[in-house]
């Protein structure tokens, strides 16, 4: 092992490669600590052997050409705000940092053309400033790059218009496989499906192009209801409103509001909330919907103040649950998709059966088109067993668990997996890309 390192700096240098622990050690980590069982798991890793820092497609190939003739593992890393940990080497190896990589090679009418490493937050304010936006991000987009979203992430703020990932909201993708000769491949339509959310396991992306929206002003809000079933049905019919163009709908029963401190003073005790991002132009009809649902509009934030103030979005999605663990640090997570002609059936159902062990967070979003709730409950952790058990509850009442507290993309259940396991074995033969994260017997 030490010949391979020795001979990796010998031919990168000191400036592409680093063996300094303290280095290793940090970026041989993600958010994997958000899951309890993923935290137990992950602890203990050994980091990785090197770090290397590529500036350039061709480093990334020569790289790839390096591990694959000495068989070391290759781990991919954008910023490391992943959350189960995707992006952890779990056979140490080589650590390959994209974050250098962080041109905006273009921006044209409704696309951007970006290097992986570009972060999302860099890239929407460069688009603003000609009329344009990213049409999905995570609530992450401030560190968060655009290669790691792509490859490691599902949807986010906007996804209640533009559907998440597999939904047209990438164009092309630049890939490099893991051979003797790295092969650079252009991948479009439909066999983009095998590089989304594939934990960087079939090809390293360089390069991605994705669409991009017109410049909206958003006015964000918080409208609060006097019970969580009237939130969610707000919540679905402003997702159906179609005069109404929103980035966010997320309702969230009490008392997960009352974790959101910055907003402390603008919340009200025991009220569900809906955190909400729409058009400027469409508020009086927002209003109308919270009227008729028997809530109002309890907070707002104008549109010329977006992004000058801490934003709504900064309290859904996954930051949600960060919130929540803020305040009480034996709180953990799950993804759901629940029905969209029985949600409230289903939601009545785990209350009866959970109470305050589980508090519940939906995202409205578009699915495959369709309008769909989709949840991100949080749950006090007491143990393994008892989570599995209201995980195997949930999907005995219907609701689908998208298990987060597993890095094996075959159990998460996002996306079909078996045919990425067969682009691993064309691009990967080796099996050395990001080895433990998908089940493929080569
Ligand atoms: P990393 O964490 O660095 O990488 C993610 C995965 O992709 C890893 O497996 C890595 O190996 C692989 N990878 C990275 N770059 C490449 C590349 N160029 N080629 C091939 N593989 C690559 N996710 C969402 O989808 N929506 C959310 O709203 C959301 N909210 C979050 C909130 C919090 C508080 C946290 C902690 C996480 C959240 N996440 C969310 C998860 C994560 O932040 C996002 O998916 C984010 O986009 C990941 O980007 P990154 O650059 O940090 O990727």
Redesign the pocket.
Same mark, same amino acid.
């Given at each position: 092992q030490t010949t391979w390192l020795h001979e990796i700096e010998d031919q990168f240098g000191s400036d592409i490669v680093a063996i300094d622990s303290d280095i290793r050690e940090k970026l041989s980590k993600? #958010?994997y600590w958000?899951s309890p069982v993923l935290n137990r798991l992950l602890q203990g890793v050994k980091a990785a052997d090197a770090v290397v820092l590529p500036r350039t497609e061709a480093e990334v190939a020569e790289v790839l050409a390096f591990g694959y003739a000495h068989r070391i593992p290759v781990?991919?890393?954008? !910023?490391?705000?992943?959350? #189960?940990g995707?992006?952890v080497p779990l056979q140490g190896g080589i650590l390959m940092d994209?974050?250098r990589?962080d041109e905006i090679i273009e921006i044209g009418p409704g696309y951007a053309r970006l290097q992986?490493?570009v972060?999302?937050g860099v890239i929407d304010r460069k688009a603003r400033e000609v009329g344009q936006e990213l049409r999905i991000?995570?609530?992450?987009?401030v560190? !968060?790059?655009?290669?790691?979203?792509?490859?490691?992430?599902?949807?986010?703020?906007g996804s209640i218009t533009y559907g998440?990932?597999w939904d047209g909201n990438v164009l092309e993708a630049v890939?490099y496989t893991m051979e003797e000769e790295p092969q650079r491949l252009v991948i479009q339509g439909g066999e983009l499906f095998n #590089?989304i959310?594939?934990?960087?396991?079939t090809?390293?992306?360089?390069e991605?192009t994705i669409p991009l929206a017109p410049r909206t002003e958003w006015t964000q809000a918080i409208a609060q209801f006097p019970t969580f079933e009237r939130s969610m049905r707000f919540g679905e019919a402003l997702a159906r409103d179609e005069r109404i163009l929103k980035r966010l709908v997320a309702p969230m029963e009490w008392p997960i509001p009352s974790y959101f401190i910055p907003f402390a003073k603008v919340i009200q005790e025991g009220q569900a909330a809906v955190m909400l991002e729409f058009a400027e132009e469409t508020l009086a009809l927002v209003e109308e919907h919270a009227q008729a649902f028997g809530g109002s509009l309890g907070h707002i934030i104008e549109a010329k103040n977006y992004r000058k103030t801490i934003g709504v979005s900064d309290f859904?999605?996954?930051?949600t649950?960060?919130w929540a663990m803020k305040t009480d640090e034996t709180m953990t997570y799950l993804q759901a998709g629940f029905q969209i002609d029985r949600y409230l059936e289903q939601i009545e159902l785990l209350k009866a059966e959970y109470g305050d062990e589980l508090f519940l967070h939906f995202?409205w979003v578009r699915s495959g088109g369709a309008v769909t709730p989709t949840a991100l409950p949080v749950v006090k952790f007491t143990t393994e067993e008892r989570l599995y058990e209201i995980i195997g509850f949930c999907e005995s009442i219907g609701v689908r668990i998208f298990d987060p507290h597993t890095w094996v993309l075959d159990q998460g259940g996002r996306g079909e997996v078996g045919s990425m396991e067969r682009k691993k074995r064309v691009n990967d033969p080796r099996g050395l890309l990001?080895p433990g994260?998908i089940i493929c017997e080569l």
């Amino acid at each position: 092992q030490t010949t391979w390192l020795h001979e990796i700096e010998d031919q990168f240098g000191s400036d592409i490669v680093a063996i300094d622990s303290d280095i290793r050690e940090k970026l041989s980590k993600d #958010y994997y600590w958000y899951s309890p069982v993923l935290n137990r798991l992950l602890q203990g890793v050994k980091a990785a052997d090197a770090v290397v820092l590529p500036r350039t497609e061709a480093e990334v190939a020569e790289v790839l050409a390096f591990g694959y003739a000495h068989r070391i593992p290759v781990t991919v890393r954008g !910023a490391g705000t992943g959350n #189960y940990g995707q992006a952890v080497p779990l056979q140490g190896g080589i650590l390959m940092d994209l974050s250098r990589m962080d041109e905006i090679i273009e921006i044209g009418p409704g696309y951007a053309r970006l290097q992986c490493g570009v972060k999302l937050g860099v890239i929407d304010r460069k688009a603003r400033e000609v009329g344009q936006e990213l049409r999905i991000y995570p609530s992450t987009y401030v560190k !968060a790059t655009v290669g790691g979203f792509v490859s490691g992430g599902s949807g986010g703020i906007g996804s209640i218009t533009y559907g998440n990932l597999w939904d047209g909201n990438v164009l092309e993708a630049v890939i490099y496989t893991m051979e003797e000769e790295p092969q650079r491949l252009v991948i479009q339509g439909g066999e983009l499906f095998n #590089y989304i959310h594939n934990y960087g396991t079939t090809g390293i992306m360089t390069e991605v192009t994705i669409p991009l929206a017109p410049r909206t002003e958003w006015t964000q809000a918080i409208a609060q209801f006097p019970t969580f079933e009237r939130s969610m049905r707000f919540g679905e019919a402003l997702a159906r409103d179609e005069r109404i163009l929103k980035r966010l709908v997320a309702p969230m029963e009490w008392p997960i509001p009352s974790y959101f401190i910055p907003f402390a003073k603008v919340i009200q005790e025991g009220q569900a909330a809906v955190m909400l991002e729409f058009a400027e132009e469409t508020l009086a009809l927002v209003e109308e919907h919270a009227q008729a649902f028997g809530g109002s509009l309890g907070h707002i934030i104008e549109a010329k103040n977006y992004r000058k103030t801490i934003g709504v979005s900064d309290f859904t999605w996954n930051h949600t649950t960060l919130w929540a663990m803020k305040t009480d640090e034996t709180m953990t997570y799950l993804q759901a998709g629940f029905q969209i002609d029985r949600y409230l059936e289903q939601i009545e159902l785990l209350k009866a059966e959970y109470g305050d062990e589980l508090f519940l967070h939906f995202e409205w979003v578009r699915s495959g088109g369709a309008v769909t709730p989709t949840a991100l409950p949080v749950v006090k952790f007491t143990t393994e067993e008892r989570l599995y058990e209201i995980i195997g509850f949930c999907e005995s009442i219907g609701v689908r668990i998208f298990d987060p507290h597993t890095w094996v993309l075959d159990q998460g259940g996002r996306g079909e997996v078996g045919s990425m396991e067969r682009k691993k074995r064309v691009n990967d033969p080796r099996g050395l890309l990001n080895p433990g994260k998908i089940i493929c017997e080569l």
